[in-house]
């Protein structure tokens, strides 16, 4: 056998463990190869990625001192969001850890202050007390933007630690023929919400957003009968998804979306990577 031969043999044979490692038709030749990848490769999820951390912090300030543990909550380029207070035990500042991961993704939670002309604000818990607080800003301004994107950070935390939850509630996305549509599941695996058949990948992605957004608010859901169910509407009143099923009472139909709101406002629904 020639060299060139071989060679030719040698490519052939790479290009055809290319096409069966991508799970694309081992036939593929050429062109045919290259456009069944690229078609592969855009059905793709894309992988989740750490928007930041929720951390613990401990320092000493000198050997007969007391320790200090805190917490604090920073973003992808290590700058600081949110920082408790010094604690004197390890095990408070994780119990201060978790408080914001599970209050932390709730505007409401959040308050501006201003003192001597320096803005900051905190998150509080549900009995009024600190958690955590920012740095401080020049203006009222810089610090509502700062403190609407640790909200942000911290529900970003929050999803990102769901995405390797096994049986955690998520979103799933199917891609059937050449239409999408995905699907909201509980904790228990169970399908809560569907959306509507939409034609790209996109426009399926942008309804999970859209859903993120919506369904905090109760006020987006609306019951309907015959059989009972609901579906969730945009601020614009379009239809964004309906529930995965009915229900025996327009009662369970609407405890069914007070859950749905409440597991949504949790922030811990992992997207459908």
Same mark, same amino acid.
């Given at each position: ?5 071989? #060679?030719? =043999? ?10 069966? !490692? ?7 030749? &050429?062109?045919?190869?290259?456009? !069944? ?11 989740? +990625? ?5 951390? $613990?912090?401990?320092? !000493? ?23 408790? /207070? *010094? ?6 500042? $994780? ?7 599970? =209050?932390?993704? *709730? ?19 549900t009995?009024g007390?600190v ?10 301004? @810089? ?5 609407? @994107? ?6 970003? $935390?929050?999803?990102?630690?769901a995405?390797?939850?096994? *049986? ?13 549509n995905?699907?909201? #599941? &509980? &904790?228990?695996g169970d399908?809560? =919400? ?5 034609? /790209?990948?996109?426009?399926?992605? %942008?309804?999970? *957003? ?8 109760? %006020? ?9 169910? +609901? $579906? =969730? ?24 979306? &007070? ?11 992992? %997207?459908?990577?």
């Amino acid at each position: 056998m020639s060299v060139c031969k071989s #060679l030719f =043999l040698c490519g052939s044979l790479l290009a055809l463990v290319a096409c069966q !490692q991508s799970d694309v038709d081992p036939s593929c030749i &050429d062109s045919r190869c290259d456009e !069944q990848q690229a078609l592969q490769l855009d059905v793709m999820q894309q992988q989740p +990625f750490t928007p930041g951390s929720v951390k $613990i912090t401990h320092s !000493q300030q000198a050997e007969q001192q007391p320790e200090n543990w805190r917490f604090e909550v920073t973003g992808a380029k290590g700058d600081i969001a949110l920082m408790s /207070q *010094d604690y004197v035990a390890r095990a408070s500042a $994780i119990n201060g850890m978790l408080r914001v991961e599970e =209050l932390g993704v *709730d505007l409401e939670r959040y308050e501006l202050q201003e003192l001597d002309g320096v803005w900051s604000f905190v998150l509080r818990a549900t009995n009024g007390q600190v958690i955590a607080d920012s740095r401080a800003f020049d203006n009222m301004s @810089d610090a509502e933007q700062a403190m609407q @994107d640790a909200r942000a950070l911290v529900a970003g $935390i929050v999803q990102y630690k769901a995405s390797f939850v096994a *049986d955690g509630a998520k979103f799933t996305l199917e891609h059937v023929g050449s239409t999408w549509n995905f699907e909201l #599941l &509980d &904790d228990a695996g169970d399908p809560v =919400l569907e959306s509507q058949v939409y034609s /790209q990948r996109s426009d399926a992605l %942008n309804g999970i *957003d859209s859903v993120r957004t919506n369904a905090k608010n109760g %006020n987006r859901y609306e019951l309907l009968g015959n059989p009972p169910r +609901f $579906i =969730l509407k945009a601020r614009n009143g379009q239809e964004i998804a309906e529930s995965s099923t009915s229900y025996s009472t327009m009662e369970e139909a609407q405890n069914a979306a &007070d859950s749905t709101q409440a597991l949504v406002r949790s922030e811990k629904v992992a %997207n459908p990577w």
